[in-house]
């Protein structure tokens, strides 16, 4: 039987938390070094990241959020012994302290502002004129535009994608920082996102960080959806490599 590492909290205390880990297995803590290990048992070293073990393994982050501030360790992660697992506290000690310091008292809330139009490239057309433009210019060619048209318009539509997420960013920025310890700039891998914003934020600042999010909205219109989730174990501010 091995050993499923969900996250690393403070404090040397065993402790349990009841049949809520992969496969309904109970989850509790291994200590060493003033940290612990939150894990359960599990046969199969290499688990699948299949949707009810990605839920088992956020169900136990959101519960440890409950009453601290735990350091998630990423998916996947097995030692085969409890020797292992004390071992890895011990090695990476002075790592954890730093990261828990990082931390404590503190979550991850995540903002995501996207496009609420029903075509994009239609909507810069009629916000950019410099695209409108140059759609124009190639559209009424008597054979329409060129491959090598198609290509100089799509680079000038990103061009001017990049450039609105980067002003609205820092708009909306502008209204969060204040509220936030960090801010994380992740990457906007759908076209119609215009930012996705990890934001490190007190715990007890959570009222005023949402209500800094809905002024933020206010300065834009209605072709702008904003979402945000949270409070969220701080993944995004948590760095930890663990070798076992």
Known sequence: MSYYIYAIIEGAAKREFGAIG????????????GFAA?????????????RRNLAAHQKVLT????????????FGVVAETKKA?????????????????RVKNRMEMILKVSFNVPDIFKYFVETHPELRSARDRYYIKKHGPSHEDKIELGRL??????????SHTALVSKFLKS?????????CRDERLVMNLSCLVERQDEKVFEEAIFTA?????????FDYNGPLVPHNFVALELSL
């Open 217 to 225: 909205a206010g300065h834009f219109d209605n072709n702008f959806s």
């Open 63 to 74: 519960t440890l959020m409950q009453e601290a501030t735990p350091l998630p360790v990423a």
């Open 157 to 166: 539509f990103d061009h001017l994608l990049n450039q609105d997420r980067e």
């Open 38 to 50: 939150v894990v359960s048992e599990v046969a199969d070293n290499k688990l699948r990241p299949e």
């Open 179 to 187: 509220h936030s310890l960090e801010i994380k700039e992740n990457p």
């Open 22 to 33: 992969i496969g309904a297995e109970k989850v509790y803590t291994i200590p060493a070094k």
């Open 85 to 101: 697992v004390q071992t890895v506290l011990a090695d990476n000690r002075e790592a954890l302290l730093e990261q828990a310091v």
